[in-house]
C-alpha cells in the first residue's frame, strides 16, 4: 500500500506494479519449490520494489511540491518550464 498525492493516480501505478512484481516473484518460488511466505522470498520482493516506488515516490512529492508554490518569480519559471515540455516533439 501507498500514501501519495493523489497526481495524476500514480498511487494505483505503483499498486499495480507492486502486484505483477510480487506475482512474478511468487510463481518463480513455487518453480523452485521455496515457501511463498518465507521472508528471503518476499525480500526479494521489497528489495526490487523498493527502489522503484522511492524514486517515484519522490518524483511526485516534488511535482506536487513545485505546481503548489504561488511566489510569482517561481510560478512564471515553472510556466516557462511547462511551455518547453510542450514544446519538445
Known amino acids: 500500500a501507498h500514501t ?3 497526481l495524476a493516480g500514480q498511487g494505483f501505478n505503483l499498486g499495480v506494479a507492486d502486484v ?9 518460488a513455487v518453480e523452485r519449490g521455496e515457501d511463498i511466505g518465507s ?8 528489495r526490487k520494489q ?6 517515484a515516490l519522490g518524483g511526485i512529492d516534488l511535482l506536487q511540491n513545485i505546481f503548489s508554490v504561488d511566489f510569482y518569480p517561481f ?15
Open 39 to 46: 521472508s528471503s522470498v518476499l525480500s526479494d520482493y521489497q
Open 20 to 28: 505483477a512484481t510480487l506475482t512474478a516473484r511468487l510463481a518463480q
Open 4 to 6: 501519495t498525492h493523489p
Open 50 to 55: 523498493i527502489i522503484i516506488n522511492s524514486v
Open 75 to 89: 510560478a512564471l519559471a515553472r510556466g516557462a518550464g511547462m511551455l518547453a515540455t510542450s514544446a519538445i516533439g
